[in-house]
């Protein structure tokens, strides 16, 4: 397989995907900003004690 081939394709997907990425995340953030916020702070949160969770269980 051609290298530069390969690599254009990649770049495209990727463009193709961030752009439409970005869209839909201006969409959905104006449209469900306060509760993204508050399930994105409930999954870090959720996240910190898991890992704490596991540290302990070594000692």
Do not use: P, Q, Y
């Amino acid at each position: 397989m051609n290298i530069v081939f390969a690599v254009a394709c990649i770049g495209i997907t990727t463009l193709v995907f961030s752009m439409a990425g970005v869209k839909i995340g201006n969409l959905f953030g104006t449209r469900f900003k306060s509760k993204a916020e508050f399930a994105g702070g409930i999954i870090l949160i959720l996240v910190g004690l898991k890992i704490l969770f596991d540290h302990l269980r070594e000692v």
